[in-house]
């Protein structure tokens, strides 16, 4: 029995996956196995998932009508046969070392459930970016479910016991943030939190990601933490942090409608965004006023 299944969830991923999978079988660490799902794809990931299986008995493909990322996780954890539950989509990176100190970590912190360590945002500029930077996040930890509830950790490459998928019913069909859900309802029935300072993954960031877009992940975490709170005894403390995070959350998305009154469509709209973000709302208007004015074209109203 491997000590680590890898879930990888693919749809429409044959641009990425050949590297994340060669990612996987440039682990130190040889104890794994690797399901790869793809979820109803109309391109060539099938087929390469296949290759990959035909040249690797650790690999392994299950292929399905498309139910979403939610729907992949369940059917290659239900095939899962390891110890351990390691996640990775289909374009993200584990570092070659991410296998073998992950069971060293949980060879020297035993009795934990869940197990999540340091990374980096990898730009399409091909930079790198550590999630948790100097002064952040620098020792070993546990987080507590309020902890997660204000904030989720960084879950690329993260891994759980086995057990829990089927303590807690799987993952939910028909959410949005189904990692982050899975997440809270593990550890509201008691799963127990360990993080590792060291950067062990990459995580692609781009704009045609299913998480792009602001406001849906917003709204998707107000009703993730409120279903957590009709669902589970939550204590009174973590119920001060679902109202935290819910009025953090409906602050954000505010800003956010508020700002795209102005913000025009077409090329400028990533950069009217970006001043926004700078300079806040007032002055990412006076700047763009001064732009348009300076184009000849004229002063917005």
């Not at 998932?49 to 979403?68: C, E, K, P, T």
Request: charge should be negative; proline fraction near 3%.
């Amino acid at each position: 029995m491997p000590r680590f299944s890898i879930v990888v969830p693919a749809y429409n991923a044959e641009s990425t996956l050949t590297e994340t999978l060669d990612a996987i079988l440039a682990q130190s660490f040889g104890g794994w196995e690797c399901v790869v799902v793809d979820d109803g794809s109309n391109d060539e990931t099938l087929r390469i998932a296949s290759a990959y299986a035909r040249s690797d008995s650790r690999i392994r493909v299950i292929h399905q009508n498309n139910l979403g990322t939610a729907g992949a996780y369940d059917a290659g954890v239900s095939s899962a046969t390891g110890d351990f539950v390691a996640l990775c989509s289909a374009d993200d990176i584990l570092l070659p070392e991410h296998l073998s100190k992950m069971s060293d970590f949980i060879g020297f912190e035993d009795g934990y459930d869940i197990y999540s360590s340091n990374g980096y945002f990898w730009r399409p500029d091909d930079s790198r970016e550590l999630v948790y930077g100097p002064g952040q996040r620098e020792s070993i930890h546990s987080l507590e479910l309020g902890d997660v509830i204000r904030n989720c950790f960084y879950s690329v490459g993260a891994v759980y016991r086995r057990r829990l998928f089927t303590d807690i019913g799987g993952y939910r069909l028909d959410v949005f943030g189904e990692d982050y859900d899975f997440w809270l309802r593990a550890m509201a029935s008691g799963a127990r939190h360990r993080y590792l300072p060291e950067p062990l993954s990459l995580h692609k960031v781009s704009t045609t990601r299913k998480s792009a877009s602001l406001e849906t992940v917003y709204r998707s975490d107000i009703r993730l933490v409120t279903d957590l709170r009709r669902d589970f005894a939550l204590s009174a403390e973590d119920c001060r942090a679902v109202d935290e995070r819910v009025l953090e959350r409906e602050s954000l998305i505010a800003q956010l409608n508020q700002s795209s009154r102005f913000i025009p469509d077409g090329p400028h709209a990533a950069a009217a965004r970006i001043a926004v973000r700078l300079l806040g709302d007032r002055g990412a208007r006076r700047l763009y006023r001064v732009l348009k004015s300076m184009s000849g074209r004229g002063t917005p109203r």
